[in-house]
């Protein structure tokens, strides 16, 4: 099967009749059509600026997969991964046909996956201009080769205007998004926010690549100047994008990644960061980037002036900017790596428990990246009074297709093989809890994780954390040791075990669903 380049690659998906075909636009053409059809604004800096409406986020229960020969046994069905028949979703596809007859669509050919060995194309068709816009930024820019490629390629169609309806198309609301492995094709439909185009290609890289013996990776990756390469790992607002964009090392990929035998690789060709209170001082290559080319959703702009505010979250706390990641200047064009020194897990512990660093064995990595623990503050959503744990198995369990011990057990097999080493650090609350203590000062986190790449941190003495069993260093380069022992930065001690205490046990609480989990795996969590 090759790249589909032709009117008749449309036409065998259903897609006849149509409007215009824009293909590969660039995206000074893209931002044109965008304005044109009045479906976003320019912002003071040059940034295309649009809005998604009620979808400001992903809709993780909107999101199906088609069970068939392809995928049944394999799928880890639950809440991220709800099954469609193979009939009801060609009802869906159908309908979505007929809907774009007579319309205009934006086509691009594009890729993922910077390794050639596991490069995959793929073919965007969206109804927006500015989707493919954001779909051209995102992903990776498609080569000649990739057009004459033997490689299976992905084709996603995304048109949100068309709305399912859930008795004749077995969906849940008016938005879908379907993925059939069997036909390669995603169809979203009924949503505006356009990270679930870039979150669809994550979902299949996480299905396909498993079986080649790559392990996918919900993090970010950058080199040092000697070619050491950390990996991050880490949920929405620990800082993973922020931490990884280090202007004393080159970027790899702020967000999904590879790591085959020839090391790691960043799927994307972009970026797309969180731009809520977004600081020139504290994250100047995001703030740079952020120029003619980029796409903002949901970010505010005055009306008079569109400068954009980023302390504004009137529309979501959720807001975002794209862009390609040639606009960082300290960065990997190839996207590739070696095969990594250090592996980080960042959890935002707004509970003000967990150690600011911590050194892991080989059975605690493996423990917190099961756990895939953050925390949901408090006030950010209706009826959320006090923090609540959020666990998200290997950082990332809406995109895996797959069941969590599968991903887990190719990190293992990794670590040991390349002798990895592993930390854990709090970019929480330090002092207390949210609305008691205060969140750790980045430039403290930035020391850390220094000091973790560089391996600095391994030749302090340690303590063994009571409650959690962490490797607790007694001294950081550039960073208090007051701040070290959480423990110790509470007024009232008491109040720190019994909170402490309570966090270890969602821990357990949460970890009990991997039942079949090696004994000294489930040891090597909180006592």
């Not at 993925?179 to 979902?203: C, N, P, Q, S, W």
Request: with cysteine; charged share 20%.
């Amino acid at each position: 099967m090759t790249m589909m380049m032709s009117r008749k690659a449309l036409e065998d998906y259903g897609l006849v009749n149509l409007g215009t075909i824009h293909w590969n636009l660039s995206p000074g053409v893209l931002i044109e059509h965008a304005l044109a059809r009045q479906e976003g604004k320019l912002a003071a800096n040059g940034v295309l600026s649009a809005t998604t409406g009620s979808h400001t986020g992903r809709s993780p229960k909107d999101k199906f997969i088609v069970s068939n020969e392809e995928s049944t046994e394999r799928i880890w069905w639950g809440e991220n991964n709800h099954p469609m028949t193979p009939d009801t979703f060609e009802i869906v596809r159908r309908s979505l046909a007929d809907y774009l007859q007579g319309r205009d669509v934006y086509v691009l050919d594009a890729a993922a996956g910077a390794d050639p060995q596991y490069r995959m194309p793929i073919q965007v068709i969206t109804e927006l201009a500015w989707h493919n816009l954001f779909a051209r930024q995102l992903f990776l820019r498609a080569t000649e080769s990739d057009q004459t490629s033997d490689q299976p390629g992905f084709t996603i169609l995304c048109v949100p205007h068309f709305r399912t309806n859930p008795r004749t198309h077995g969906t849940r609301s008016d938005a879908a998004i379907i993925i059939d492995f069997k036909e390669r094709l995603v169809l979203i439909a009924g949503t505006e926010y356009a990270g679930e185009m870039k979150k669809a290609i994550f979902t299949v890289l996480n299905f396909i690549l498993p079986a080649r013996g790559v392990l996918p990776m919900h993090c970010s990756a950058n080199v040092g100047v000697n070619g050491d390469v950390a990996l991050f790992f880490g949920l929405s607002g620990t800082g993973k994008t922020s931490l990884s964009a280090d202007s004393s090392r080159r970027l790899i990929g702020d967000d999904e990644h590879g790591w085959g035998e020839n090391g790691v690789f960043n799927f994307e060709g972009g970026c797309y960061a969180k731009c809520i209170n977004l600081s020139e001082k504290y994250e100047p290559q995001i703030w740079n980037a952020v120029r003619f080319g980029a796409v903002y959703e949901n970010v505010v702009l005055d009306e008079k002036t569109r400068q954009p505010d980023y302390a504004d979250d009137s529309l979501t706390e959720n807001t975002r900017a794209a862009y390609p990641i040639d606009y960082i200047d300290n960065v990997v064009m190839d996207g590739m790596g070696g095969q990594p020194e250090a592996v980080i897990f960042l959890s935002a512990d707004s509970f003000g428990v967990l150690p600011p660093i911590s050194r892991l064995t080989t059975e605690q990595a493996m423990y917190y990246f099961l756990s895939g623990y953050t925390s949901k503050l408090a006030g950010t959503e209706a009826g959320v009074t006090t923090p609540q744990a959020t666990f998200s198995s290997c950082f990332g369990a809406a995109f895996l297709p797959r069941r969590p011990g599968e991903y887990a057990n190719l990190l293992r097999e990794r670590i040991e093989k390349h002798h990895v080493r592993c930390y854990l650090i709090n970019t929480g609350w330090t002092g207390g809890p949210y609305g008691i203590g205060a969140r750790i000062n980045i430039n403290y986190t930035r020391a850390m994780v220094r000091a973790a790449i560089s391996g600095e941190i391994d030749k302090a003495n340690v303590t063994i954390d009571p409650i959690f069993g962490l490797h607790v260093p007694a001294f950081c380069p550039d960073v208090p040791s007051s701040i070290l022992a959480p423990r110790g930065t509470w007024s009232d001690p008491a109040a720190y075990d019994q909170q402490a205490q309570q966090l270890a046990e969602r821990f357990k609480k949460n970890f009990a669903q991997f039942d079949l989990v090696d004994d000294s795996i489930r040891q090597a969590g909180p006592h």
